[in-house]
């Protein structure tokens, strides 16, 4: 039996079209009617987006899959490795860039809204594509993590070493578009890397943020409480005073 060109699948004799990728077959050009009307002897495919195989055995990969169903070959490569590198060399352009007379500005006058730069780099850490492989996944924990500041989120500037309004407001941007992509990232982990080793690293480092987070908003509630405490004290103590 012969074979398509185009894909190679096996066809059986007097096929017009392949079952598996739907290439005409050689010989069977059939006439059809195309958008602006003329016709034409030859089928046209069109293919939008891209088709994921395992280099191994060639099957297709389902969305968000590391390893081939079909053989079980673990997806591995530096493609979206690179691209957290990528996205961290991107922020640190930007934040560069930021640190000159757009910060000076904003904290003279006590601008509200952030930088340019700023917004772009928020921006860049939404919109960035979680990977799918179990390395990468791990490294982008790892990032984002290490880039939540837990008091900022709070909006807790004394202990962070935020001296103005401006740089908590900044801090609490960035903390919380890594948070954000964080926990994406670890719904994602949850669907695709269930019952690994790597899910329960990725569970930890998960866990630790967000206790760190509730700890910190734990010290601002104390902190705050007690000196309204103190504020009623010192009122109660003025007005038996004033008698």
């Known amino acids: 039996m012969p074979f398509c060109t185009h894909c190679g ?8 079209f392949c079952s598996h990728c739907g290439s005409p077959l ?24 891209e088709v994921v195989k395992c280099p191994n055995c060639g099957e297709l990969m389902p969305s968000f899959s590391s390893t081939c169903p079909s053989c079980g070959w673990e997806l591995r490569g530096d493609t979206s490795a690179s691209r957290v590198r990528e996205l961290e060399q991107q922020l ?18 006590g601008l509200a809204g952030l930088p340019q730069n700023d917004r772009k780099a928020v921006n860049l850490i939404e919109t960035f ?11 982008f924990m790892f990032t984002a993590s290490s880039n939540i500041d837990p008091h900022a989120i709070n909006g ?13 407001q900044r ?3 960035y903390s919380q578009a890594w948070l954000s992509k964080m926990n994406q990232c670890y719904q994602k982990a949850e669907i695709s890397l269930s019952g690994t080793h790597e899910l329960s690293q990725i569970e930890e480092i998960y866990t630790n943020v967000h206790k760190q987070i509730e700890s910190a908003s734990f010290k601002s509630f104390m902190r705050y409480g007690l000196l309204m405490l103190l504020l009623v004290f010192l009122f109660i103590f003025n007005s038996i005073a004033l008698r």
């Open 156 to 168: 807790i500037g004394g202990l962070s070493g935020y001296n103005n309004a401006s740089d908590l």
């Open 129 to 139: 594509a979680i990977p799918n492989t179990k390395e990468d996944i791990l490294e």
């Open 26 to 49: 050689p010989g069977r050009a059939v006439p059809i009617s195309v958008s602006d009307g003329h016709s034409s002897d030859t089928r046209k495919v069109k293919f939008a987006g």
């Open 9 to 16: 699948t096996e066809y059986a004799n007097g096929a017009r």
């Open 92 to 109: 640190a352009a930007l934040q560069n860039q930021s640190n000159g007379k757009d910060h000076e500005i904003a904290r003279a006058l």
């Open 171 to 173: 801090a609490k941007a």
